[in-house]
């Protein structure tokens, strides 16, 4: 893999700071890219960067930043937005992979704030498929999200499964990016593979995820509000785990399909979609208790009905996945969740 010359955006981001940091220790060569917006504590942002050598105080828009730790890691302020220095970047840097991870996050925002959705996740997705087609990418990897499949009733969910209802702008989004990309696998022969992530938690999480927002309010003696009285199951997959499988996805471009005997629909490109989770859907009030115990701190619940845009329960189908790539998910929600509350109480200094 060392030969590899890699782009990495949301670099910042949970996901994206995990990805860089197992990659540049694998030797590639990798830009990083992010925007540091202020949707969460930049903070948080700013010192996962630190955790791989970028000096916070040398960070300015569209300047290169070379890591103080790991020369094969640079790192650039940046808008997806913005197609000019999008341009570029990929123009002088030439490379092999682009792994887009950034994307304006959360469902419930979403309802708050939706053109930060459409320019962020279609316009910002748009210019990365841009660049993939100018610059002959061999693989294009992309952030999908378990969301897509809605209200769906049948799990666990699979790739199979219709996902043209979503109820969430966010959601909406992910699946525009799915199509998006089905396209130009199509037209330009592009290998895409999107990857609907399922509930990721870990250490350097995001603020705004629900175990990261428990945790805050636990410790601090505030209420939590459990919504739909408890009533939902998520399936909650480590970051390490998350991680291993981009790296092996990686490995294995996707390359022009047969058409599916009795499937007119099927597509011929070099598309796939795959699901990464850890197909162990945990009731939420289970994971509570499990949280509470890490933190070593019980919770004050303050139950609420179900909010717009959540659904009941996410479960992964991996049976394709593990087709496609050597993904078996590791780490339970007890172990995980220790390794994160020990993270957290070191963060925050508890």
Request: hydrophobic share 40%.
């Amino acid at each position: 893999m060392n030969q590899k010359n890699i782009l990495v955006t949301g670099a910042a981001g949970f996901i994206g700071f995990h990805l860089v940091k197992s990659l540049i220790e694998l030797n590639v060569k990798v830009t990083g890219i992010d925007n540091i917006n202020d949707y969460y504590d930049p903070n948080l942002k700013y010192n996962r960067l630190n955790e791989v050598g970028i000096d916070n105080k040398e960070i300015n828009w569209h300047k290169e930043v070379v890591s103080k730790l790991f020369p094969n890691f640079s790192f650039v302020r940046m808008n997806l937005e913005d197609s000019d220095e999008l341009l570029k970047l990929c123009e002088k840097e030439q490379f092999d992979y682009i792994i887009h991870l950034a994307a304006q996050a959360g469902v419930r925002y979403s309802l708050e704030n939706p053109s930060v959705y459409i320019q962020s996740n279609l316009v910002g997705f748009g210019n990365i498929l841009e660049v993939s087609r100018k610059f002959k990418i061999k693989h294009l990897i992309y952030a999908s999200s378990s969301s897509v499949y809605g209200m769906n009733i049948k799990i666990p969910f699979s790739i199979k499964d219709n996902v043209d209802y979503p109820i969430s702008l966010y959601a909406a989004t992910k699946k525009a990016n799915e199509l998006m990309a089905h396209t130009y696998s199509h037209l330009y022969k592009i290998p895409t593979t999107g990857l609907r992530f399922f509930t990721v938690y870990g250490p350097w999480g995001r603020p705004d995820m629900a175990y990261f927002d428990f945790s805050i309010n636990i410790t601090n003696d505030k209420e939590i509000v459990v919504y739909n009285n408890g009533k939902m199951k998520r399936d909650f997959t480590f970051i390490s785990d998350i991680i291993d499988g981009i790296l092996e996805v990686i490995k294995i471009i996707p390359s022009n399909q047969k058409r599916q005997i009795n499937n007119v629909s099927s597509s011929l490109a070099p598309y796939r979609i795959l699901n990464l989770g850890n197909n162990n859907p945990v009731k939420l009030l289970d994971f509570i208790n499990i949280l509470e115990t890490a933190l070593g701190k019980k919770a004050l619940i303050k139950f609420a009905e179900l909010q717009k845009g959540d659904v009941l329960e996410t479960w992964a189908d991996l049976s394709f996945t593990q087709k496609e790539i050597n993904y078996n998910p590791k780490v339970d929600i007890n172990e995980g969740l220790v390794i994160f509350s020990n993270w957290f109480k070191n963060y925050y200094r508890l």
